[in-house]
């Protein structure tokens, strides 16, 4: 069976609210078992409203139909079938509308905000906050974003409405009970129970996970509802689950509040986010990279590529450097560096502490802004070196090392291998196939860049560079590896 990764977008039925609550009050609470959640519940379930969405269904155009069936001159067939089709064509069908639902929650009661999920209002003609008890009310989207998949809702309403505030999530330990409350499958002002499982968890769904896991039931139409702690405050939005089935069994994962906090400050402000931009591509540091480049710990991220006049590139940061700290925040693992750079402001001039060539250093960077680049088609990195090569004439005989055939870069090899006109390096023409080479997933065409982080420009300067790597007893040897425009490091092991 295998498991699937689920956002618990929609639910058909239809919303069943549940009765008025007291109004919120905050109320610190042990952080023991409680004996009954009923008194915490009371309390929140106001402050948590269901969200129905609706959008145009496609429609076939005017004048559209399927293909007659094609029958013999005469037949009797061919007028029934061409009397149906004519009257399918001449009927005016209204417009269907798709249906959707989700949850959310109240953080300002004052100016009407409700968060919630992006997938549960992308593509919606249609957005109405239906409040717990079945007040239905036309939202307006104030923004959203795909990255974080989080979006603001407003609603203008003479309703009294209840809120509930963000808390600190960074404080939530594994373990800690949670409350979980949304609408699973239209059923509305459900309330479910659990504990943190796991922080920092990756699940692949944008450039920024940091999920919290739970075990407390959630299902489809949970999305965007928000996780308790036992002080009544938000430390998570419910956005997936992990299940073979598509219903709940104890694997579901919410964003991080202290993320979304600052998502929604800047859509409430800009109606859209400005993140943070370095301009670098960046990849994991391995134990075997991290000892090719005397790298003390496996920590930190590796830039593999710097985008042209990008704020990295303005400030100094070079393609082979290693970030481990970024205006005084460690980093230990590559993923934590787009969040730290999209949280800091821009225009900020920060300090960033990179490891190279065996020590470290400190650079000022002035942070860009994220969207801005995007717009301007700024963020493909490419190679520093923009001047085209003068190719060498015939190739010579290749070169053998490390379970590689290596050879200098001709014209018939570019074309061959859509190798860039600008790039200079080695061209490796064949792998063996039980190689540490192969198992690093190099192949034909891969071009070697640098060695040691240093140029290569021929296949004896490979081979020279590694041998000098045996003779002081490295481990492991560091390439800097172009694929059709794709940077990375890899770190081959010597023995």
């Known amino acids: 069976m295998i498991a699937a990764l689920l956002l618990a977008l929609t639910a058909a039925s239809t919303v069943v609210a549940g009765a008025p609550g007291a109004a919120l009050a905050q109320a610190a609470a042990p952080r023991s078992a409680p004996g009954s959640f009923a008194d915490l519940a009371e309390k929140l379930l106001p402050a948590v409203v269901n969200i129905s969405t609706s959008q145009a269904a496609p429609q076939r155009q005017p004048g559209q139909r399927p293909e007659m069936p094609q029958f013999p001159p005469g037949s009797p067939f061919e007028d029934f079938f061409r009397d149906f089709f004519d009257r399918q064509q001449q009927q005016d069908q209204p417009q269907r509308k798709a249906t959707s639902l989700g949850s959310g929650f109240v953080i300002d009661a004052k100016n009407g905000y409700v968060v919630t999920n992006n997938h549960v209002v992308q593509d919606a003609d249609e957005i109405t906050v239906i409040l717990q008890d079945d007040t239905n009310i036309k939202a307006e989207l104030v923004g959203r974003d795909a990255k974080t998949d989080l979006a603001l809702l407003k609603i203008k309403t003479s309703h009294p409405l209840v809120a509930v505030p963000f808390g600190d999530s960074d404080a939530m330990r594994v373990g800690d009970w949670v409350l979980a409350i949304g609408n699973p499958f239209g059923l509305g002002g459900s309330v479910t129970a659990g504990i943190i499982s796991a922080r920092q968890r990756n699940i692949d769904a944008g450039p920024y996970d940091d999920f919290l896991q739970t075990d407390a039931s959630i299902n489809r139409g949970n999305s965007g509802g928000p996780m308790f702690n036992l002080n009544g ?67 930190g991220a590796l830039v593999a590529s710097v985008t042209p006049d990008g704020p990295a590139a303005k400030s100094g940061i070079q393609a082979g450097d290693v970030v481990i700290k970024f205006d005084g925040k460690e980093i230990n693992e590559m993923r934590r560096l787009p969040r730290v750079v999209a949280e800091t402001s821009i225009d900020k001039a920060v300090p960033v502490e990179v490891w190279r060539k065996g020590k470290t250093q400190t650079i000022q960077v002035k942070v860009g802004e994220l969207e801005a680049a995007e717009e301007q088609g700024l963020l493909a990195a490419g190679p520093e070196d923009k001047q085209a090569p003068k190719d060498k004439a015939p190739a010579q005989k290749p070169t053998e090392t490390l379970g590689m055939k290596l050879t200098n870069i001709t014209p018939e090899l570019r074309q061959q291998h859509e190798i860039k006109p600008e790039l200079k390096g080695v061209v490796i023409t064949e792998v063996t196939g039980n190689s540490t080479a192969a198992e690093k997933g190099l192949k034909a065409g891969d071009v070697i860049l640098e060695v040691g982080q240093e140029e290569v420009r021929k296949p004896e300067d490979v081979t020279a560079k590694v041998q000098k790597a045996k003779e002081q007893s490295r481990k492991s040897v560091l390439l800097l590896v172009d694929r059709k425009g794709d940077l990375r490091f890899v770190a081959i092991p010597l023995s």
């Open 233 to 299: 405050e938000v430390i998570g939005i419910n956005t997936a689950i992990f299940s073979p089935s598509g219903g709940s069994v104890g694997i579901g994962f919410a964003i991080p509040s202290n993320l979304a906090k600052q998502v929604v400050a800047q859509l409430k402000e800009y109606g859209k986010t400005r993140r943070g931009w370095l301009g670098v591509r960046i990849q994991a540091v391995t134990p075997e990279i991290a000892e090719s480049l005397g790298l003390p710990a496996h920590k």
